[in-house]
């Protein structure tokens, strides 16, 4: 039953990062997505099979901050999670100038939220379980 809640909590957590991410990246900012690529030479990719990458990383991403969150505390987990997962992608993608800069204002914040939902949503379903 342990490892059922477990699974459950990261296929909701992951979910949930699915979401946050289509709603962004898909309604909220294409326009700037795609005018900056456009602005590069390039196509902003939003084909389904990229729908279907980001939901795999969405879920390991999920899968990871469970594991995190059974080492760490909740601001930790939190911070480490955000720090991992989006810092580190921005600095790769600005690294290879596809990163519009000026979006950051906007996905700061909001992948913060994306990233406290995910750790809330995993803390709740599955808690870890106290030492005796």
Known sequence: MKNGKA??????????????EFVR???LFKSYWTEHYAS??????????????????SLVFAGALFWISRKFSFFQT???GWLVGFVLMWLVIGNMQVL?????????????LEVLIAVLILTKMAPAQKAK
């Open 78 to 80: 939190f911070m480490l």
């Open 25 to 27: 990246n898909e309604l």
């Open 7 to 20: 699974a459950l909590a990261v296929i909701v957590a992951g979910l949930w990062i699915t979401l946050s």
């Open 100 to 112: 519009p800069m000026g979006i950051l204002t906007y996905a700061i914040p909001l992948s913060l």
């Open 40 to 57: 590069l030479g390039l196509t902003w990719p939003s084909d389904p099979v990229n729908g279907m990458l980001w939901l795999v990383w």
